[in-house]
Each structure stands twice: as C-alpha cells, then as structure tokens.
C-alpha cells in the first residue's frame, strides 16, 4: 500500500502553483513564481550588448544567475558574494541551458537577456520552480519588446517547463518537497518542451543503484505533470499585464490541491 504523503498529495500529483506578476517595476518582467511552500522570484532585464565573445555573431545571448536568499531555508544561508558555490553555478548554468533552448538567438539580435532567480523560500525543487516561473517571464519581456519595437518578432520558438520526480521507500513520486527530497534514493530533475521532448536530464541514485526500468517509470510520472504546469504558464501569459508596473497584479492561476 503507498505511503501517504505528509501534505495528502497523491504520488501523481503536483503541489499548489501559483504566479503573481511583476513584483519588481523596473524589470522589463517579473514573477513571483510558487510550487507548495518553495517560493521563487524571477526577473528578466535587456542588456543592449552581447558578451565580448559573441560581438559580431548578430545573435543574442541570454545568462542567468541564481542565489538562495538567507532566510529562504531553515539555517541562514550566508550570501554568495565573491566565490559561488558549486551547486549555485550548477544550478544557474541548469536554468540558463534550459531557457536558451526556447530561443532562436539570432532573431533576439545582439542583445542580452538577464535572467535572475532568487529562492526566497527553499522547500526543494528551486531549481525545477525557476525554470519554470523564469521561462513565464522571459515569455512576457520578449512579448514586451515587440510593443516596444525593440524586437520585429519574437525569437521564442517553445514552451519550456521543469519538475522534479523521485524515489523514496520504492514509490515513485511527483514534485518531491524536502521532507521527501532530503530522504529519497532516486532524484531527478526533468526539463521538457511542449512537444514532450526532453531538454534537460539531471538524476542521480542515493544509494543503491536502480534499473532502467524505474527510470522509463519516472519519466513517465513527470510528462503529466510538466504538460499540468505548461498549461498553468499559458493561463498565466493570458493574463500578463502589457507592461511591468511594479503593482502585483495575481495570474489567479494555480494547480494542484489547492484550485479553488
């Protein structure tokens, strides 16, 4: 017989997502992006350059930097300020593959995208929330930039989301929280496009290695649920204001236990 979960979610199922819009007014686009209790804030800002590397190419760029707040996790998390972290580049080089895969560079121009994600609150799968809320928001600057006419057309070609699946105590289980993250013998983080096609594998056994089989079993736990959140990114973008101004404006989009 499963094991309940501690919240009362089935193993299938995705804990509450929420999404408010432009907290931060001077972003060209913001969101305050929610799974359950890990909360993320990501913004998107233009740079009118591209790093010196990519001058004379004609594409763009987009980089992205991600930081766990102090008090987003139960001991203070010191501030990253000179040397980053290993998890925190990983993490941030994660979530800049994942976005830049939704993007023909050349119609952005040589131009940059900066993409930032700070956790506010850590209760695991920051890394999935912020590509997930990052990619809301880069969809609503890049619309922003055709109002402008600062772009012809926009240069996004797909919808990208991500999710977290896992073992723990043999079961397979959907958008692991810590109390489950923190214990499971299989992690893995899933990132898709709106086809279904796979951009990003990140997963790792625990302990004791695992069969293919259980692999094939997790994947197809995540596509339901990265096909629940892609469709929480369109209502979302129905609703996204024209221009960032500074008022949190709620998307009223949510799924999972919670809907009203």
Known sequence: MPTPRNDGRSADELRPVGLEWDPMGFALSSVFFSAGRTRVLCSVCLDPEV??????????????EYRLLPASTPSRQGRELMKLSGRTQEIQRLIGRSLRASLDLAGLGERTLLVDCDVLQADAGTRTASITGAWVALAAALERLQQQGVLAA????QQVSAVSVGLLDGQALLDLDYSEDSRAEVDLNVVMDEQGRLLEIQGTAEGAPFPRSRLD?????????LRALQEAQRQALAVAPTTATGQRVSSATRVGQSDP
């Not at 004609?58 to 980089?63: F, K, M, N, R």
């Not at 926009?154 to 070609?157: A, C, F, T």
């Open 154 to 157: 926009s240069p996004l070609r």
């Open 217 to 225: 079993a997790l994947l197809d736990l995540a596509e339901p649920g």
């Open 51 to 64: 790093p010196r590397w990519r001058r004379g190419s004609g594409s763009g760029w987009l980089s992205a």
